[in-house]
Structures are given as structure tokens and as C-alpha cells.
């Protein structure tokens, strides 16, 4: 089993910065891409950040110029940045974690964590 720790939410005033850290732990072999996505009050979870293994980073265009992913992977760890905030910021944000348990599988499990609280006063 794999578990995702998010922290880093809270209560902001628009134009601020808020940073958020996911880090994984458990049964671990090799974590692919890693990402985060938010759903806000009566909208669709959506994706925010995303960054493979190795490789570059994709953003949606909401968040293009304003957050910056990050990973450590020596710390299983995700990060997002987020600069500039606005009030259409506010939500619950979520990181995800495409995870291989064992090295003599291929599968990916998908595993999210338990979100945190974004809130962008106005």
C-alpha cells in the first residue's frame, strides 16, 4: 500500500503564494509521474501540474506562468508553487502519484492523497 501526505494549503490573499508538498511513502518500487490536480465547490476535479520521472513538466493553462511542479524523488516528494493566486484558485487540490510497487511488474497503481484546502480571499 502506498500513501500520499499532502500539506501546505491554508488562506491566502489574492497575489499571494502558497506552497504544497505530497510526499509518498510505502510500497514503493519506482513512481512515475506524479502531478496535481484541484476540484473547487460544484466543479469537476481537474488537472492543474504534471511532471514525469524524468522529463518536462505540462501545466494547464489556468496554472501556465503562475505554478511551478517540482519533485524530489531521493524523498518520493511532490511540490507545487503557486504564485500569483486568485480567487478562481480557490479548491480542494489533490496530488497523484502513478506508482510501480514491485520490480518485477510494469503496472502502475494510481494513488491520490486526501487533499488540502486552497482558499484565495479576494
Known amino acids: 500500500q502506498v500513501q500520499l501526505v499532502e500539506l501546505g494549503g491554508g488562506l491566502v490573499q489574492a497575489g499571494g503564494s502558497l506552497r504544497l508538498s505530497c510526499a509518498a511513502s510505502g510500497s514503493i518500487f519506482r513512481i512515475n509521474d506524479m502531478g496535481w490536480y484541484r476540484q473547487a465547490p460544484g466543479k469537476q476535479r481537474e488537472f492543474v501540474a504534471g511532471i514525469p520521472s524524468g522529463g518536462s513538466t505540462h501545466y494547464a493553462d489556468s496554472a501556465k506562468g503562475r505554478f511551478t511542479i517540482s519533485r524530489d524523488n531521493a524523498k518520493n516528494t511532490v511540490y507545487l508553487q503557486m504564485n500569483s493566486l486568485k480567487p478562481d484558485d480557490t479548491a480542494v487540490y489533490y496530488c497523484?502519484?502513478?506508482?510501480?510497487?514491485?520490480?518485477?511488474?510494469?503496472?502502475?497503481?494510481?494513488?491520490w492523497g486526501q487533499g488540502t484546502q486552497v482558499t484565495v480571499s479576494s
Open positions: 497523484n502519484a502513478r506508482v510501480v510497487v514491485d520490480a518485477l511488474l510494469t503496472y502502475e497503481y494510481v494513488y
